[in-house]
């Protein structure tokens, strides 16, 4: 009995304990236990800007963040603290749920419940990857692709984590899994890519929170900043010179010791740029780390200036902010350059090389062009010269038939999803005249893969965009005089960002955000009909059905 009310006493005591813990903070220093590089209890002396979103208890929270800087530990901590003192489930959202969400379970969740005895037994169930149980509140692992995966969750939490590799739709969806509970709160935190984009979008309506420290030395309100902030000591990134490099204080231009800097930010705060903003934005850079040493940063620079991979790289990951590499999209005054004395056609000449793209959503978006070769380069997409005779938009497929017959076109390419009935039906009306287009993964050039018993064809995205898009950069297109504003508009949405395969090669990719792009589909779907009906990687040219 003596030992039985021993640790009848000592669960009590523990219970009171733990509900005595209101902070966040607090909570994860008690509990968390972590590995290298700072292995031990968990504390706030290598980041201490991780503290205030700890426990910033703003419905919406936002973190728009260099890479490294402690913020995924920092959402693991809010979601374990939810789970254990707050009682509620939280839903976890990742970009994918392959690789992410294994991943995630067991290079992030296992080894944090490996190390933490606590937490080892506040989990009563963890096998599952995407759902892992403590007690009544649950653990929810998800990826964002799938619309199914992220319905009939209810939680008071949810983490978006790497806001800007997810299906931006979805995320709208998996905000909804908070609405019915009376205390909800969202954590979205990424490294940033573009303007208006993914997190920068949640960033820009919030109090965009900058973090400030007394200089040790002259002792004003100073934050770390590129390029004020970091001097560099050579031009050549693999120079032993470059480790020299150090940061300095803004106001009194003083060298900052880099191993000083967990006792000279541990006095710092956030200072709100918008403090009355709906709600909280956190910005941080790696300027601030305590692993990242400033040569690093430094060469990270140099090297930023020799490709535009680690140019992108350099502002999204290294100082957290967006960043458009020059040439990346089609600009006001691309367009303007492209405009030419024509106006629109309602139909052309019966022997006219005349393509047709067309883009599937809740309307129809089309792009007629017609071509003129202008050199022997064997590339048709080179040799030839755009001319934009029609834009515009349809309700019905077989609207489309009428533009086929009135503009006499020889190719027309549309989108295979999201109507591939309607599309396929459409594409037998004009049988070789109308080919069905897929994005796939797997192709990394301008090949086109064709399926004849099919209608279709298979095309790497990334490759043809750069061709149609480009075309607009460099003028090789003309457009009308009454060309719509809509369609300037949907040229300039889609932008080239930049990044690294496994192997270390560069590779870029387009991105939107949620703002409209259909007619730059169309313009993509027209450039590969010229590629098909001139004949190039097939046995035989398409004829005019006309």
Not at 165 to 173: A, F, G, H, R, S
Not at 276 to 282: K, V
Not at 284 to 313: G, K, M, V
């Amino acid at each position: 009995m003596h030992a039985l009310e021993t640790l009848l006493r000592k669960r009590i005591a523990s219970g009171l304990q733990r509900k005595a813990l209101t902070s966040c903070a607090d909570w994860a220093t008690k509990y968390r236990v972590m590995g290298e590089p700072f292995p031990g209890h968990y504390n706030f002396y290598h980041h201490p800007w991780c503290r205030e979103i700890h426990d910033c208890q703003d419905q919406v929270i936002v973190s728009q963040k260099g890479a490294q800087l402690g913020l995924t530990e920092t959402a693991m901590n809010k979601v374990f603290f939810a789970i254990d003192i707050q009682g509620r489930s939280v839903l976890y959202v990742l970009p994918n749920a392959n690789p992410d969400c294994t991943d995630f379970s067991s290079s992030r969740f296992d080894p944090a419940l490996e190390m933490s005895p606590y937490l080892m037994e506040l989990f009563t169930e963890v096998k599952n990857v995407g759902h892992k149980r403590a007690g009544s509140a649950s653990l929810f692992i998800r990826g964002s692709r799938s619309r199914s995966q992220l319905k009939s969750l209810p939680v008071g939490l949810i983490v978006f984590d790497e806001v800007d590799e997810m299906n931006q739709d979805n995320i709208v969806l998996a905000a909804e899994r908070t609405s019915g509970q009376k205390n909800w709160q969202h954590f979205y935190l990424s490294t940033p890519t573009i303007d208006d984009i993914g997190i920068n979008l949640y960033y820009q309506d919030s109090t965009q929170d900058n973090f400030f420290f007394p200089c040790p030395h002259c002792g004003q309100q100073i934050e770390l900043v590129f390029p004020e902030s970091l001097v560099i000591t050579s031009d050549d990134p693999n120079s032993k010179a470059i480790r020299d490099s150090y940061i300095i204080c803004t106001k009194c231009k003083t060298p900052l010791d880099h191993e000083a800097k967990p006792e000279f930010l541990a006095k710092g705060k956030y200072v709100s740029t918008f403090p009355d903003a709906p709600y909280r934005g956190f910005h941080i850079n790696q300027l601030y780390s305590s692993t990242i040493e400033p040569w690093q940063l430094a060469r990270s620079w140099l090297r930023a200036q020799l490709n535009p991979s680690d140019e992108q790289e350099f502002y999204n990951s290294k100082l957290g902010l967006t960043h458009t590499v020059e040439g990346a999209q089609v600009t006001d005054d691309d367009i303007q350059n492209c405009m030419g004395t024509h106006v629109k056609a309602t139909s052309l000449p019966y022997n006219d090389l005349i393509t047709m793209g067309v883009d599937v959503g809740k309307v129809i978006h089309v792009e007629i062009t017609v071509w003129k070769k202008i050199n022997n380069d064997p590339d048709p997409n080179l040799s030839h010269e755009g001319k934009l005779v029609y834009e515009g938009k349809v309700d019905e497929f077989e609207q489309l038939d009428q533009l086929m017959r009135q503009f006499r076109v020889r190719q027309c390419v549309i989108d295979a999803q999201p109507e591939k009935r309607k599309a396929n039906e459409f594409a037998a009306r004009f049988p070789g005249h109308v080919l069905l287009c897929y994005y796939p993964e797997g192709i990394r050039s301008k090949e086109i893969n064709y399926h004849s018993d099919t209608y279709s064809i298979s095309v790497d995205r990334t490759s043809w965009l750069d061709l149609s898009l480009v075309r607009l950069r460099r003028h090789a297109i003309r457009l009308p005089q009454n060309v719509s504003m809509e369609y300037k508009e949907h040229m300039k949405v889609l932008t080239r960002i930049y990044d690294k395969d496994r192997n270390d090669n560069p590779i870029g990719r387009y991105v939107k955000g949620n703002r409209a792009d259909h007619f730059a589909h169309s313009r993509n779907y027209s450039e590969i009909a010229l590629y098909v009906v001139t004949g190039v990687g097939q046995t035989r040219a398409v004829e005019s059905p006309w």
